[in-house]
């Protein structure tokens, strides 16, 4: 599991949230970072934030979906912005799921579970 | 071999040539598609200009004068300049008025006046019979010599009888009848001839083609190009002259007269205005006029002086007269396809000339002349005529037969002691009488019918004495102590030295008396006079013609009338067929189905009487239209009104043509500020959209961890506090972000609150220094200040000082987290300003961000992997503040090597803060 966050916080909060349901998590700071370690732990599921510093996630989400090795790989967007475009946005990039900052800690966990235990497209 | 049956075969074949091309321009006109109806046509037609005069006298004047030939063709030139406003103003004159002619356009502007148009015509006719005889000259001497290749020899005229006995008659009864056909084959109200403007252009475009065909083979076969004739010309002592720009090329009282001739001459001989104005299709062709047409007069010229020096050089001894030389050069030289292809284009220049004057003469002859008289002569019952078209087209024919005549007899005694350039200066004169009349007509209202009369009868008396009576005389029709000795033995009456003047050649001479009679007599008897009723609505339809509409003329018209009389009447002189196809055209333009169901009113006699102007002259229209409607005369005073309402009117139309100007520029104003506001709205959109993703980063992590800490309760102590931590720090983030918020838009409002007062910029350095000295020691980072022991005092607010010193300060701490971060802070004092830097060796900005930090929740940071802390909302803020103290804040740096933060605070404006103006609201 890859968590792609710029804000140190947030990578904190779901670190804890995601190791507690007992995942392993990676982290990167950045979209390159974010794709670079996409690439190399082959993560089953990304919780990736729209604003990352150098590429920003619809970019990120948009390279991993070109990505022949990366097939299996959920992608979870996280946005501040709560805009219906942003939404939009994501799902045609082929995001599997999205959601708004700040978010429900529970949603969460439920949300990535559920995502990890439905087949894959 | 060129024998007499081949010349004349071949002059016939010529002009059948031309009546196929008019027939077909006749046709083509009727089709309603137009072949003149290009501008090209237009200046092609203009060109019969240059009449024979042009193609045989213009190399006679050139080896006589050098280029003295040339002012004829620089006066059209510059008046050429001056159409766009001058020739513009007579067209749409002209065709708002249906004038079809000089007289008629004189009389029209006058009032309407009958007797001025008949004055007009006789001036004209009798001024331009030497011109016409000039053609016939030309013709007669061209063939006659080219009759005699392949010797030269100049025609011997001694012999010839008068008339029967004489070559040159039967050339003008030729040209009579060309002219008759070409002209006067029907009557129309327009008075346009468009088969006939086809033809014209066409034989301008022949003589144009000959002469260069003449030069090119002169400058080029006789000679090696233009250097080698004028170098071989300049080695005889006597062609050397004429190269110089001296004596022989004419005084500088001649080049003027000369130019100013052939000024007026180009708008007001009777067959330039035929063109220029009466055949004028479009007025928009007079543009491509305006350059195309000076362009010919160069083309046509540009070899008149290589043929005048060969032809000089090749016949010595001035055997052969220097008017032929465009003709006996190819003869010479054995060329007879060439020299009759100049004949040709000799007789392509006259003919034109001859057709087209004589048919405007004719015109003018018939209507402003001929038919007023007749008219007026009870004794023919013309009145009760049902058809009178028969016997104008009877007239005009006479008119042409008799102005032929005239010119031969001209020709026949006068046309020997003249060279032809000095023949056409005389009609020049003669035409330039009508300048005062026409020009002051159409730019000043105040000029009178009798004003009009006297100034042109004493021109021309002046013209007739001066000038057309010494010709006489020195052809020997009059005794030639006229000259010599003056009318009854009075030397101050010498015709050309006129009350002692002399100095002059004659034909300035005759220019100056002339027009200082014509001028004087012009102006001052129109002073004198007050104008009348009919004098000044016309002045007013023509000085105004410009800004009017071109119906106007029906308002100065009050009557009763009948449509039966008034179709009657347009039949009596057009034909009762096209009288009423003309009403019945009209009504159709009323949405009416019949001519009965017209209504006999103003606009209807106005119509009349318009299109009876085209075929009778405007003089002549309104006394018939007079004779058959009952009209209550006009006042002086209520024509005076009528202007007025309509300038009241116009003066109406105008304020509305300005009030919509001045909603246009509102609407634009409006659309702009529209723009403005729209960027702002999307400003605005971008800013709400950035604070709610600034105040959601922070609120995620409290949102998040709270869960955390709520759901799970058995987390340990150090988890726990740790947690609580960053929940308390991100709602710290919150508050300053929002108080931020609130202060920015304090101060872009205008509503923050400032305390001035006067204080030492030093304290708040070392107050600003203290209150960040625990953070920079906690990053390790260095911190020194410098400044100089006295400043002088600034008046601002402290605290909002301090607030951009511990801003700019806490930047330079966030960019310096390495080991050995130093920051310096130092205050120096400029000419009328402090100076303040705050100097980090941290990471840097590189040049693209440095134009962007200072924007609204712009972070550097975000290029880093550490982001720092912050709303993005500091540097908005400083700038705001040092704006508004009149300061400036900039930022100097590289990456890698630090940056540089410096503002700057003026010492004397401190107590008049101006409001920050770099914001736009």
């Given amino acids: 599991m890859l968590i792609a966050e710029d804000e140190p916080s947030i990578v904190l909060s779901l670190e804890f949230l995601l190791q507690g349901a007992g995942y392993e998590v990676t982290t990167a700071r950045d979209g390159t970072a974010a794709l670079r370690m996409a690439e190399s732990t082959r993560p089953d599921l990304i919780v990736l934030d729209i604003m990352l510093p150098l590429l920003d996630g619809f970019e990120v989400c948009r390279q991993i979906r070109a990505n022949a090795l990366l097939g299996h790989t959920r992608i979870l967007m996280l946005t501040a912005r709560g805009h219906q475009r942003a939404v939009e946005k994501s799902l045609t990039l082929g995001a599997d799921a999205y959601m708004t900052k700040p978010f429900s800690t529970r949603e969460l966990v439920l949300i990535i579970n559920e995502l990890l235990s439905s087949p894959a497209a | 071999m060129l024998t007499g049956a081949t010349i004349v075969l071949v002059s016939f074949a010529y002009v059948g040539l031309l009546f196929a091309i008019a027939y077909y321009g006749d046709k083509r006109a009727d ?99 030497p011109y016409i005889s000039l053609q016939l000259k030309a013709i007669s001497t061209s063939f006659s010599i080219i009759l005699k290749y ?145 362009l010919y007069l160069f083309a046509i010229n540009i070899f008149v002086l290589p043929i005048a020096l060969g032809g000089l050089m090749h016949f010595q001894g001035g055997s052969v007269d220097a008017d032929t030389f ?358 605005k959109d971008d800013f709400i959209s950035t604070v709610t993703h600034e105040l959601r980063t922070p609120l995620t992590s409290i949102r998040a961890f709270s869960e955390i800490l709520s759901d799970n309760p058995q987390l340990d102590t150090g988890q726990r506090e740790k947690f609580l931590g960053i929940i308390i720090k991100e709602s710290e983030r919150l508050t300053r972000l929002i108080n931020q918020v609130l202060d920015l838009s304090k101060i872009e409002s205008g509503n923050a609150e400032w305390h001035s007062s006067e204080i030492d910029m030093r304290e708040v350095l070392d107050d600003s220094v203290t209150a960040v000295s625990q953070l920079f020691s906690e990053q390790n980072i260095a911190l020194e200040t410098s400044a100089p022991s006295v400043v002088p005092p600034i008046v601002a607010d402290r605290d909002r000082l301090m607030q951009v010193m511990l801003n700019l300060l806490s930047n330079a701490a966030k960019f310096c987290e390495r080991q050995d971060g130093r920051v310096i802070v130092r205050l120096t004092q400029e000419q009328d300003a402090l100076r303040i830097d705050v100097i980090d060796n941290g990471i840097g900005i590189s040049p693209g961000d440095q134009e962007v930090i200072f924007d609204k929740f712009r972070q550097v940071g975000d290029t880093l992997t550490q982001k720092p802390m912050g709303s993005g909302l500091g540097l908005a803020i400083t700038r705001e503040i040092i704006s508004h103290f009149g300061g400036k804040l900039w930022v100097t740096s590289s990456p890698g090597a630090g940056s540089t933060f410096s503002f700057t605070l003026p010492l004397r404006s401190g107590s008049k803060f101006q409001v920050p103006s770099s914001r736009s609201k």
Avoid at chain 2, 401 to 419: H, M, N, Q
Wanted: glycine share 8%; with cysteine; aromatic share 12%.
């Fill in chain 2, 31 to 129: 089709a309603g598609r137009s072949i003149i109806a290009n501008p090209y046509i237009y200046v092609l037609s203009l060109a019969v200009y240059c009449t024979s005069w042009t193609f045989y006298g213009s190399v006679g004047r050139a080896a006589t004068s050098g280029i003295g030939f040339l002012p004829i063709y620089l006066g059209p030139t510059l008046m050429a300049a001056l159409w766009w406003y001058v020739m513009l103003k007579i067209i749409r004159i002209s065709k708002a008025n249906r004038i079809t002619s000089i007289a008629d356009f004189i009389a029209s502007r006058y009032g309407k006046s009958q007797m001025l148009g008949g004055l007009v015509t006789i001036i004209l006719v009798i001024g331009i019979v």
């Fill in chain 2, 150 to 294: 392949p010797e030269v020899v100049m025609p011997d005229k001694a012999g010839a009888a008068l008339f029967l006995g004489d070559n040159t008659f039967y050339i003008a009864m030729l040209l009579a009848a060309f002219t008759i056909l070409f002209g006067t084959r029907h009557l129309d109200a327009t008075e346009r001839h468009e088969g006939l403007v086809a033809a014209i252009a066409f034989e301008s475009v022949v003589k144009l083609l000959a002469f260069i065909a003449v030069g090119l083979f002169v400058t080029f076969g006789m000679y090696n190009g233009f250097g080698d004739i004028f170098t071989r010309a300049a080695e005889v002592p006597q062609l050397y002259a004429l190269l110089m720009l001296g004596d022989a090329s004419g005084s500088y009282t001649t080049w003027a007269s000369f130019t100013f001739l052939s000024m007026m001459a180009i708008m007001f001989l009777p067959r330039q205005f035929q063109v220029t104005v009466v055949e004028n299709v479009n007025e928009r062709h007079l543009n491509k006029a305006i350059w195309l047409f000076p």
């Fill in chain 2, 326 to 683: 465009v003709l006996t050069l190819p003869i010479a030289q054995q060329q007879p396809i060439l020299a009759l292809f100049v004949f040709i284009g000799g007789l392509s220049a006259a003919t034109g000339m001859v057709i087209v004057e004589t048919i405007a003469l004719s015109t003018m002859v018939c209507n402003d002349l001929i038919m007023p008289v007749l008219l007026r002569l009870k004794a023919l019952r013309l009145n009760e005529k049902i058809d009178l078209s028969g016997l104008f087209l009877a007239i005009r024919r006479g008119a042409i037969v008799f102005i032929l005549v005239l010119g031969y007899l001209y020709f026949y005694f006068a046309g020997e002691a003249y060279a032809l350039v000095s023949i056409g200066l005389i009609s020049f004169s003669a035409v330039a009488q009508f300048a005062p009349a026409i020009i002051g007509g159409i730019f000043w209202k105040s000029g009178t019918r009798t004003g009009a009369i006297c100034g042109l009868s004493a021109g021309f008396l002046v013209w007739l004495y001066t000038l057309l009576l010494p010709s006489f005389a020195k052809s020997g029709w009059l005794p030639i102590t006229f000259l010599s000795e003056g009318i009854f033995g009075l030397d101050l009456l010498r015709p050309q030295q006129l009350f002692g003047l002399s100095g002059l050649d004659d034909i300035s001479h005759c220019l100056f008396w002339s027009m200082l009679a014509n001028i004087g007599c012009y102006v001052g008897i129109s002073l004198l006079q007050k104008p009348s009723a009919a004098e000044h609505s016309q002045a007013n339809l023509f000085v105004d013609a410009l800004k009017q509409s071109s119906t106007s003329g029906s308002r100065f018209w009050r009557g009763i009338a009948s449509v039966d009389d008034l179709v009657a009447l347009l039949g009596r002189f057009l034909g009762p067929k096209r009288a009423r196809e003309a009403f019945t055209l009209y009504a159709r333009s009323r949405g009416e189905k019949t001519i009965k169901a017209l209504v006999a009113d103003a606009d209807l006699v106005h119509y009349t009487e318009s299109l009876l102007a085209g075929a009778i002259g405007s003089a002549s229209a309104r006394a018939m239209v007079a004779s058959v409607v009952d009209e209550e005369p006009l006042g002086i005073d209520e024509v005076m009104t009528i202007i007025d309402e309509a300038s009241q009117v116009l003066a109406y139309s105008r304020q509305l043509e300005q009030k919509s100007h001045e909603l246009e520029a509102a609407t634009n104003e409006l659309r702009d500020a529209n723009h403005r506001l729209q960027e702002l709205d999307r400003l």
